[in-house]
């Protein structure tokens, strides 16, 4: 089928199903074409339409959409269609369980005394998959175990802070290059740190960057397993790894710290450094939560972060923030018996913004046929941003929100997790946020900037959903 028959068979399947599964989970988003998915938003959709439970349950929520698409038929001759529902509801996770780590040899980086520093090997590095049982999931029977394939798998090379590698010494492949691993599943390059200036004199200093490999979901399941080549279109999207370096040097003079940033201490520069915003963002949130047969319950709270951004070398803000949760929950089901209780937390944040050119979609109240859409007509009619003061005439960023400390609470509630950092998992957890935007790698929350003096404004592009309500207060202070 086509992508336009596709979104309207999830359209039609949703319409007068606003309590289903996955109506909740997307939060009134349209299903069209021109839709962006994240990788869950995607998978979920997947096995809602085309593996659906045995029997379904009207209540249940689950298999909504299955009643109007039509079934996914084996692809491989000989495949029984219990085992192939199976392994399509895996196909998308199944490269979690492959892991790949990225090594130092040695694993101690600093610029060279009376000459070059140690050169560095970084290697990224195939393990072997976690075993798991054929008989608890028949779909994985379906796959024939590869041997001798590690070989020859591309490995793609990245980092947010490619100046503090350049500024100490040089990657040689430099990063973008592609690089492939050898039989054991090992892909190389090297960094060669630079000859010291103080030569081993005066206060030792350090900056920490971080490296970063990815790897195509298909190349790095099909060495592991030998896949039948109708499957390319269901294993999607990139695996990725992290480390942090840490990169040494002496200075005849003390550095002076730049508390505005944790990444990158000596990045901000005299002109740049009088380009600062002071930001301050308070989301409040009350929703729902009704999951069918899995459960249900309500939340509501009021989540912050305040703190001052500055500009940088590489054209990015850079800043600490303090950030601060408080929730209330009550949650029966999936597993849990949770009363009525609060979550009060702070900690510190690690910021980065990226301009952007505007909003983007997601922060777009709906036009065209999505305004008329059954999950989002109730959104059509209200503004996005409703401006209080100051004028937004400075551009726009996208905020990137990573963890440094961890959490600190006055009160706790066992229920209310803490939220794990999508690209690094050993660095802290998030403090339990209700946005996505502020937790998810790389999703982004939009912010309006002034030209110069204090913008504030409200941002209502959650304002009400079929779970309830989520608003923003924004506050930007532009130094002149």
Same mark, same amino acid.
């Given at each position: 089928?086509?992508?336009?028959?596709?979104?309207?068979?999830?359209?039609?399947?949703?319409?007068?199903?606003?309590?289903?599964?996955?109506?909740?989970?997307?939060?009134?988003?349209?299903?069209?074409?021109r839709t962006r998915l994240t990788r869950l938003q995607i998978w979920l959709l997947l096995v809602d339409g085309f593996v659906p439970p045995d029997k379904l349950n009207p209540g249940s929520g689950w298999g909504t959409a299955s009643t109007?698409?039509?079934?996914?038929?084996?692809?491989?001759?000989?495949?029984?269609?219990?085992?192939? $529902?199976?392994?399509?509801?895996?196909?998308?996770?199944?490269? %979690?369980?492959?892991?790949?780590?990225?090594?130092?040899?040695? !694993?101690?980086?600093?610029?060279?005394?009376?000459?070059?520093?140690?050169?560095?090997?970084?290697? %990224?590095?195939?393990?072997?998959?976690?075993?798991?049982?054929?008989?608890?999931?028949?779909?994985?029977?379906?796959?024939?175990?590869?041997?001798?394939?590690?070989?020859?798998?591309?490995?793609?090379?990245?980092?947010?802070?490619?100046?503090?590698? !350049?500024?100490?010494?040089?990657?040689?492949?430099?990063?973008?290059?592609?690089?492939?691993?050898?039989?054991?599943?090992?892909? $190389?390059?090297?960094?060669?740190?630079?000859?010291?200036?103080?030569?081993?004199?005066?206060?030792?200093?350090?900056?920490?960057?971080?490296?970063?490999?990815?790897? /195509?979901?298909?190349?790095?399941?099909? %060495?592991?397993?030998?896949?039948?080549?109708?499957?390319?279109?269901?294993?999607?999207? !990139?695996? %990725?790894?992290? $480390?942090?370096?840490?990169?040494?040097?002496?200075?005849?003079?003390?550095?002076?710290?730049?508390?505005?940033?944790?990444?990158?201490?000596?990045?901000?520069?005299?002109?740049?450094?009088?380009?600062?915003?002071?930001?301050?963002?308070?989301?409040?949130?009350?929703?729902?939560?009704?999951?069918?047969?899995?459960?249900?319950?309500?939340?509501?709270?009021?989540?912050?972060?305040?703190?001052?951004?500055?500009?940088?070398?590489?054209?990015?803000?850079?800043?600490?923030?303090?950030?601060?949760?408080?929730?209330?929950?009550?949650?029966?089901?999936?597993?849990?018996?949770?009363?009525?209780? /609060?979550?009060?937390?702070?900690?510190?944040?690690?910021?980065?913004?990226?301009?952007?050119?505007?909003?983007?979609?997601?922060?777009?109240?709906?036009?065209?046929?999505?305004?008329?859409?059954?999950?989002?007509?109730?959104?059509?009619?209200?503004?996005?941003?409703?401006?209080?003061?100051?004028?937004?005439?400075?551009?726009?960023?996208?905020?990137?929100?990573?963890?440094?400390?961890?959490?600190?609470?006055?009160?706790?509630?066992?229920?209310?997790?803490?939220?794990?950092?999508?690209?690094?998992?050993?660095?802290?957890?998030?403090?339990?946020?209700?946005?996505?935007?502020?937790?998810?790698?790389?999703?982004?929350?939009?912010?309006?900037?002034?030209?110069?003096?204090?913008?504030?404004?409200?941002?209502?592009t959650s304002e009400t959903t079929i779970v309830g309500t989520s608003t923003w207060y924004v506050v930007v202070e532009r130094q002149p």
């Amino acid at each position: 089928v086509s992508i336009e028959q596709l979104a309207a068979g999830y359209a039609e399947a949703y319409q007068n199903q606003y309590e289903a599964l996955v109506p909740m989970v997307m939060l009134s988003q349209p299903i069209e074409p021109r839709t962006r998915l994240t990788r869950l938003q995607i998978w979920l959709l997947l096995v809602d339409g085309f593996v659906p439970p045995d029997k379904l349950n009207p209540g249940s929520g689950w298999g909504t959409a299955s009643t109007v698409l039509q079934p996914l038929p084996p692809p491989v001759a000989g495949w029984n269609n219990a085992s192939w $529902r199976d392994l399509l509801a895996r196909l998308a996770v199944v490269a %979690a369980r492959m892991p790949i780590q990225i090594a130092l040899q040695p !694993d101690l980086v600093h610029e060279g005394h009376g000459g070059p520093g140690t050169k560095v090997a970084l290697e %990224a590095r195939l393990g072997a998959p976690a075993a798991q049982s054929t008989t608890a999931f028949p779909g994985l029977s379906l796959l024939t175990p590869a041997t001798g394939v590690l070989a020859g798998r591309q490995i793609n090379w990245h980092s947010d802070h490619p100046e503090v590698f !350049d500024q100490h010494g040089e990657l040689v492949p430099a990063l973008g290059t592609p690089t492939t691993t050898d039989p054991t599943g090992v892909a $190389r390059i090297s960094y060669q740190p630079k000859a010291e200036a103080a030569n081993g004199r005066g206060a030792a200093s350090a900056e920490r960057a971080e490296i970063a490999v990815m790897i /195509d979901q298909w190349d790095l399941v099909s %060495a592991h397993y030998a896949l039948p080549p109708q499957l390319r279109d269901f294993v999607i999207g !990139d695996i %990725a790894a992290r $480390r942090e370096v840490d990169i040494g040097w002496h200075v005849l003079q003390p550095p002076i710290a730049n508390a505005t940033t944790n990444a990158n201490p000596n990045a901000t520069t005299n002109a740049s450094a009088n380009d600062r915003i002071d930001i301050s963002i308070a989301n409040t949130y009350n929703v729902k939560l009704d999951m069918g047969f899995l459960g249900g319950g309500t939340r509501h709270g009021y989540d912050t972060v305040e703190g001052t951004l500055t500009l940088q070398q590489d054209g990015k803000y850079r800043g600490i923030v303090r950030g601060f949760a408080s929730g209330t929950q009550q949650l029966q089901g999936l597993g849990q018996s949770c009363p009525l209780a /609060d979550s009060v937390g702070w900690q510190e944040l690690e910021v980065v913004g990226t301009p952007i050119g505007g909003f983007g979609p997601a922060h777009q109240a709906p036009t065209g046929a999505a305004a008329t859409h059954p999950l989002t007509r109730r959104l059509a009619a209200l503004p996005s941003y409703n401006w209080v003061s100051g004028q937004p005439n400075g551009g726009y960023l996208s905020l990137e929100f990573f963890p440094i400390t961890a959490g600190v609470y006055s009160k706790t509630d066992r229920c209310q997790t803490e939220i794990q950092q999508t690209e690094d998992p050993s660095k802290p957890y998030f403090l339990p946020f209700n946005d996505a935007q502020w937790t998810i790698a790389h999703a982004g929350y939009g912010i309006a900037l002034p030209a110069s003096g204090t913008l504030q404004y409200y941002d209502n592009t959650s304002e009400t959903t079929i779970v309830g309500t989520s608003t923003w207060y924004v506050v930007v202070e532009r130094q002149p």
